[in-house]
C-alpha cells in the first residue's frame, strides 16, 4: 500500500490546504500544539512534508515519511527521512512521537494484517522514547458495527482497488487501545476529537454528519521501569 501513498501524498497540496482550513483539523492541531509544551524533540511519522500546528518553539523536528523529499528544507529545526514506518530506526529517543492522520494509510492484505501493522509502529514508537517521553496518536477511528461491515468490504476490494487514492482501514478506538496495550505501552489519555462540518474522506470532501468516523486522541507511553 505505501506505493500509492507515494504517488497520491507526494503532491497533494489540495490535502494539505484542506487540513489547513477545516475545523475538524484544527480541533486535531490543538490536540497536538497543547502536547509540544516543554517538548524538545519531536518525531512526526507520516507528517506528508507540512506542518498544521506550531513548530517554531521546539529544538528539533524529524519528519518521516514514504513520501518525503530530504532534499526540501521544511524550516531550520526540522530533519527530514523518507522511511517506513513500519521499518524504521533513528539512532534518537524523541520527548514526543505524532502520528496524525497515518495509521489507517499503514494497512496489509487483510484486517489482520493491519492490526500486526499498527502493533509493529507502536513497538518501534515505543523504542524511540525518551524516558518521560509520550506517543500522541490523533487518528480516525470507526464504531463496531461499521468495522465489522469495513473488515467485509477490506478484503474484497484490497484485490481490486484501482483509484488514485490509496484503500485505507480504519481502527476502532477499541482496537488501539486493545493494541497499545498489548504492545506493553500505558495509556494516558484517550479523548475523542470534536468534528467540524467537513472530512476528507478518500480525498473527498464529506459531510461530517454522514460519516461514522470519529476522530481521537491518544496519549501513550513506555510504563516506569520498576
Ligand atoms: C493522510 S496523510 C496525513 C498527513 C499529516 N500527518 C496530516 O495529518 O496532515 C498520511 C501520510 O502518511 C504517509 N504514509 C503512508 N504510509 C506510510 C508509511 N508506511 N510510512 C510512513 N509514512 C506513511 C503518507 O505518505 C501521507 O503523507
Avoid at 483539523?25 to 500544539?33: A, D, G, K, Q, V
Avoid at 506550531?54 to 522511511?83: F, M
Wanted: proline share 5%; net charge negative; charged share 20%.
Amino acid at each position: 500500500m505505501s506505493d500509492k501513498n507515494v504517488t497520491y501524498f507526494s503532491e497533494n497540496t489540495w490535502y494539505q490546504k484542506k487540513v489547513l482550513t477545516l475545523d475538524t483539523y484544527t480541533y486535531c492541531r490543538m490536540c497536538i500544539e497543547s502536547e509540544l509544551k516543554g517538548c524538545h524533540s519531536l518525531l512526526d511519522i507520516g507528517n506528508g512534508g507540512f506542518f498544521n500546528y506550531e513548530i517554531s518553539s521546539l529544538d528539533r523536528v524529524v519528519i518521516l515519511d514514504v513520501c518525503i523529499d530530504e532534499g526540501a528544507k521544511y524550516g531550520d529545526n526540522v530533519i527530514p527521512i523518507r522511511g517506513n514506518a513500519l521499518d524504521f530506526d533513528i539512532e534518537e529517543k524523541f520527548d514526543v512521537i505524532v502520528l496524525q492522520m497515518l495509521i489507517h494509510h499503514v494497512t496489509g492484505h487483510s484486517p489482520e494484517e493491519s492490526v500486526k501493522n499498527l502493533e509493529a509502529i507502536l513497538t518501534s514508537c515505543a523504542r524511540h522514547l525518551t524516558p518521560s517521553g509520550r506517543i500522541l496518536i490523533v487518528e480516525s477511528t470507526v464504531p463496531g458495527w461499521f468495522h465489522f461491515l469495513e473488515k467485509i468490504a477490506f478484503r474484497l476490494l484490497h484485490r481490486i482497488w484501482n483509484f488514485p487514492h490509496p484503500l485505507t482501514f480504519q481502527h476502532s478506538a477499541r482496537q488501539l487501545l486493545r493494541s497499545a496495550v498489548k504492545v506493553g505501552l500505558s495509556i494516558d489519555e484517550y479523548t475523542l476529537i470534536p468534528m467540524g462540518k467537513w472530512v476528507v474522506i478518500f480525498g473527498l470532501l464529506v459531510p461530517s454528519a454522514l460519516t461514522p468516523v470519529q476522530p481521537v486522541k491518544l496519549l501513550l507511553s513506555n510504563p516506569p521501569a520498576i
